[in-house]
């Protein structure tokens, strides 16, 4: 019984934390998102996706690589590869 809730809280601090990483659509990427636009209103969107897709990919490669999760690595992979679609459909 004490190893449950020992996982219930390792579960709840863990993704607590991932959730505040600076990929979009979480949490962390949307304050990092808002945070570069008001600082530079022209290329902050761009940026915000450019720092999106770095974090994304770095999630998803420590993912499998650290953790062996496959679904860590599926799920940043796919969020960064949507962050650069955003930012290459932005660029015209």
Request: hydrophobic share 55%; net charge positive; no cysteine.
């Amino acid at each position: 019984m004490n190893s449950f809730f020992m996982s219930l809280l390792w579960v709840n601090i863990f993704w607590g934390f991932i959730n505040l990483m600076p990929v979009y659509p979480l949490d962390g990427g949307q304050v990092t998102r808002h945070i570069l636009i008001q600082t530079d209103p022209l290329n902050g969107l761009r940026t915000s996706l450019g720092v999106s897709v770095i974090a994304g990919a770095a999630a998803a490669i420590g993912g499998l690589l650290f953790l062996g999760s496959t679904y860590m690595a599926i799920l940043f992979g796919f969020l960064a590869f949507q962050s650069f679609q955003a930012m290459q459909s932005r660029m015209y």
